[in-house]
């Protein structure tokens, strides 16, 4: 048996952050409590590193290494930066809030890092093996990190709901792997891809495992009828924990659903289309009526995220080039606004006070007028009103599925993107409308502030210059 | 000397850029800052827009002002702008009201007035764009925007009910617009541009043409407001403060009626043909029904608010009129021309006759705080210089001749009767209803004895309000006795519209 040596060069941005993450376990173990703050900061370091490493290693052809069961690609480059900066935000955003809550411990950016290294897995696998590997590793640091706060009854029930659910999904998924494997004789995602496009097997059991897949894909991103998690997941969750939950590893699990289903199985395209039709639909029309009745804003922005997927899934069903652009730019717009969305969440709570409700936020207007502004353009955002981002991505997928003439979707679509408006207004209500409840100013630290003004800025940059993004999607995708 | 500015950029631009500066001032010492640069920027957009009018060339149809610039490359959208005879007068009319609304505001709002002001400059500004955009995602993107400014003016400085009416006035209009916007994308994927000029061009099949009529008309017939999709404007109307109605009834009307003249008619001739009888039987009830509905209110700005989509009748009735009388009288483009063209002035009379109404409901109510006809009376006694305004602008609004609000009731009028006699017979039955609610109501709140002690405590109008009051009439007798500018501006854009819309595109 000879024995090549991989070209691991495609592999040290991966490589990087597991030694990182391990040097910051070690350090973490000799700080004291005051000095806390350089496991932080050799976190966020870790982040950009990998950020150069990523940057520094592009090219623009394809890379397959470590026989063929990961692959460097721009999809891959692009996914992982974004996920970086996505982190990256987190962690600022979450270090004084969780320094407020005695939370504020090496395990939070260990594991948030561990699970950057699982998506960062997931987003270049080549392999069924890959894939389950990075999705484990990510989900299992997400479960862990629910359920951080282990005195709250809410973020246990949370956390163990998660990885009850969680666990089922992988499970669906592998047995969905496993029939893909038995049919098709290969865990290489390529060469599956072309034992299934060659119709050497069209055997009921490839399409029962396509449906395990599916299930697995549409559990990870929130799809409904596999939302159920999201809510509980999102509220239980202390808000450093849900502002990680909600952005980085949906890019991830885009990343998974393209992977598996167009690289894997893009020749069963009339299948797979079927179910992601039931799956967007439902999950605009469901997230968008649900959100309506919610009084916690932690659950609203669940239920309006859970509809945004629908969205989501909306580019990536049309199955063209382009379509899956629009996917991609949605799943990096969603995250944008998510991560500003969840912070807003973080720069109103105080010690003792999670500014979950929904009255929280009465007369923000008077309180601070800045950060009123930079809500409501999250807001409007998120609802797809232009000149912002959210606006274009939906532009972006609406076209892709009437480019398919399948124009009813867009127009379920845009439907109850219409009554999704009514509980974005609603918020704005209160801030803008209502008369504050409590008149103390905001008080924040600089960094937080500065980087959610940056947040709210983006929202409005990209969307009055959306054309640099959206190439950059299209580009990858071609 | 102004011909290389890029104008039209300008403004749209300046009053936006005015308005942050304004929202950056700051609400302190009064506002006084915020005021005076807002009353300068809106001052300077209006300066800018005059050599639009003045540099007009009044002999072609084609695009005048042209700027391009590619926007996003990878869907082929532009940063596309150009005006012709049918958008200029209403980036005029925009740009002038603005002033207004800024004058009108200025001792009146207590409350934050650097985001009062900041809102209407930015509401112009997009205004202004929606009015000049060539590109349709470009004109979607200033159409929807321009509803944030309006939503905040409605909902913090609205009356008591103003956070229903604010969110019912968004949804709706919102709800309107993503039918077009499915449309357009439709439409861009069938051309491969989103060039508005594209689309005139494209060749379309009845029944695509049918479903894009159908998603316009939508989003235009929410706007406009044709009945029966105008419930949200009594309430916009009555809850907005003064500046808030002055702008929703100047301008953001004809944004909608800008809408048919800009996207259905010209991108759906067959459609529009094939579905003339609905516009025209939507419009007719506006102009009745929507009349007697008007004679029945209680409250001052809601019956002016009934009178407007009453008017706004008249001008669909105008533009689809062309239809029926291309049917009557084989190639008549004469008449056509004519029902667009009174169309078009009846927007703008309506904009400064609607206008003029809800400034002086405003004058009475920043002294009463009662919009209630029947809390007045007698206020000529007390206010006569005012009540002298108020007779004028009633007067126009119930078409008299001789002011504004003839000019364009008439020419639609003449138009019907080459279409159907009875379409204009019921069109005319508004020179009666007008004439009776508006002068009912001047009737109750002006004369008879004064009963309120409140009313005999009354102060005429200030310097201030005359000067607002006082440029309006200026306008609409203006407008009145000599429309021939407007009406040259107009006429080669309208003739060559009325011969596309003649052509089928199938």
Avoid at chain 1, 49 to 77: E, H, K, R
Avoid at chain 2, 122 to 145: K, T
């Amino acid at each position: 048996m000879n024995f090549e040596t991989p070209d691991f060069l495609p592999v040290v941005p991966e490589l990087f952050v597991l030694g990182m993450a391990c040097v910051i376990l070690l350090v973490d173990l000799f700080l004291s409590e005051r000095n806390r703050v350089v496991s932080y900061l050799l976190a966020q370091a870790t982040l950009v590193g990998a950020a150069l490493l990523t940057v520094g290693l592009y090219s623009p052809t394809d890379q397959i290494t470590l026989n063929g069961t990961f692959i460097l690609d721009s999809m891959a480059a692009v996914l992982k930066f974004c996920i970086y900066v996505a982190a990256f935000v987190v962690f600022l955003y979450a270090k004084d809030y969780l320094r407020a809550r005695s939370l504020f411990q090496g395990e939070f950016f260990l594991l948030g890092l561990f699970g950057v290294l699982g998506m960062m897995i997931m987003v270049s696998a080549h392999s069924l093996l890959t894939l389950y590997l990075g999705l484990e590793l990510m989900s299992l640091s997400l479960y862990a990190m629910v359920a951080l706060q282990r005195d709250s009854v809410v973020a246990s029930e949370a956390a163990m709901k998660y990885f009850v659910l969680g666990a089922i999904a992988s499970a669906m998924l592998l047995y969905g792997m496993s029939m893909l494997y038995g049919t098709t004789g290969s865990l290489d995602l390529g060469v599956i891809g072309d034992r299934v496009a060659g119709g050497a097997v069209t055997d009921l059991v490839l399409s029962f495992g396509l449906v395990f897949l599916v299930i697995g894909i549409a559990f990870k991103l929130g799809a409904v009828p596999f939302h159920m998690w999201v809510p509980d997941v999102y509220h239980g969750a202390p808000t450093a924990v849900t502002l990680y939950v909600s952005s980085a590893p949906k890019l991830a699990a885009f990343a998974m659903l393209m992977r598996l289903l167009v690289d894997g199985m893009g020749s069963l395209h009339a299948q797979w289309q079927e179910m992601l039709i039931l799956l967007a639909v439902l999950s605009v029309v469901i997230g968008n009526v649900v959100a309506i009745a919610q009084t916690n804003i932690k659950r609203l922005l669940a239920y309006s995220g859970i509809s945004h997927i629908g969205f989501l899934l909306m580019g990536v069903l049309s199955g063209t080039a382009e379509g899956y652009a629009a996917g991609m730019y949605y799943a990096i717009a969603y995250a944008i606004m998510t991560l500003g969305g969840f912070g807003m969440v973080i720069l109103m709570s105080r010690s003792g006070f999670e500014a979950e409700d929904l009255s929280d936020y009465k007369g923000l207007n008077q309180r601070s007028p800045w950060f009123a502004l930079m809500m409501m353009v999250l807001m409007f955002s998120m609802a797809g009103v232009p000149p912002f981002l959210g606006f274009w991505a939906k532009l972006a997928v609406l076209q892709a599925v009437i480019s398919v003439d399948l124009i009813w979707v867009a127009v379920v679509g845009v439907l109850f993107s219409v009554v999704g408006a009514f509980y974005y207004l609603r918020v704005i209500k209160l801030m803008y409308f209502d008369k504050a409840e409590d008149e103390r100013p905001i008080e924040a630290a600089p960094d937080l502030r500065y980087t959610l003004s940056i947040n709210g800025l983006a929202v409005l940059g990209l969307g009055l210059f959306p054309g640099g993004l959206m190439a950059l999607c299209t580009a990858v995708m071609l | 000397m102004f011909a290389e500015l890029p104008l039209l950029s300008l403004v749209i631009w300046t009053p936006i850029v005015g308005g942050l500066l304004v929202l950056a001032t700051g609400s302190k010492r009064g506002g006084l800052e915020a005021k005076v640069i807002a009353l300068i920027a809106s001052l300077l957009t209006f300066a800018l827009s005059i050599p639009l009018f003045a540099g007009f060339d009044t002999t072609t149809a084609q695009m005048q002002f042209v700027e391009l610039a590619p926007w996003i490359a990878s869907i082929s959208v532009n940063y596309h702008l150009g005006v012709d005879g049918i958008s200029m007068p209403l980036i005029l009319l925009t740009t002038f009201t603005t002033v207004l609304v800024v004058i009108a505001g200025w001792e009146v709002i207590q409350d934050r007035p650097a985001q009062y002001m900041a809102a209407f400059l930015i509401l112009a500004g997009l205004m202004n764009g929606a009015f000049a955009a060539l590109d349709a995602m470009l004109f979607y993107v200033f159409w929807e925007a321009l509803l944030i400014p309006m939503f905040i003016v409605i909902g913090i400085w609205g009356g008591p009910r103003r956070v229903y009416a604010t969110l019912k006035f968004f949804l709706y209009t919102f709800f309107g617009s993503v039918f077009m916007l499915v449309a357009l994308i439709y439409l861009y994927l069938d051309t491969g541009s989103f060039g508005i000029l594209d689309f005139h061009a494209a060749k379309i099949g009845l029944t695509a043409q049918t479903l894009i009529f159908l998603a316009f008309l939508i989003a235009f017939a929410v706007k406009v407001p044709m009945w029966p999709v105008h419930t949200w404007l009594p309430d916009a109307h009555v809850e907005a403060p003064t500046g808030g109605s002055v702008i929703l009834a100047a301008i953001m009307l004809k944004l909608g009626a800008y809408g048919f003249l800009r996207f259905s008619l010209p991108i759906t001739p067959d459609a529009s043909a094939s579905l003339d009888w609905l516009m025209i039987l939507l419009s007719l009830v506006a102009v009745v029904y929507i009349g007697f509905v008007a004679l029945a209110q209680q409250d001052m700005k809601k019956l002016i608010a009934y009178s407007s989509i009453s008017h706004m009748g008249f001008v669909t009735l105008g533009f689809f009129v062309a239809f029926a009388i291309f049917r009557q009288s084989g190639d008549n483009p004469l008449g056509a021309a004519m029902g667009i063209e009174g169309g078009m002035v009846q927007m703008v009379a309506h904009g400064f006759v609607s206008g003029a109404m809800f400034l002086c409901v405003g004058v009475l109510y920043d002294r009463l705080h009662s919009r209630d006809i029947a809390d007045y009376g007698g206020v000529v006694n007390t206010m006569p210089i005012f009540a002298g305004f108020m007779v004028l602008f009633a007067m126009a609004n119930a078409g008299l001749p001789g002011t504004a609000g003839f000019v364009g009731e008439f020419m639609v009028i003449l138009s019907a009767f080459k279409a159907n006699f009875w379409y204009a017979f019921l069109a005319a039955t508004t020179l009666i209803l007008g004439a009776a609610y508006t002068l009912w109501m001047v009737k109750r709140v002006l004369y008879g004895k004064v009963t309120s002690p409140k009313v005999a405590a009354l102060t005429d109008i200030n310097a201030r309000e005359f000067l607002f009051l006082g440029i309006l009439a200026i306008a609409v007798l203006g407008l009145g006795v000599y429309p021939a500018p407007l009406l040259e501006v107009m006429g080669p854009t309208v003739d060559n519209l009325v011969q596309h819309i003649a052509a089928s595109k199938l």
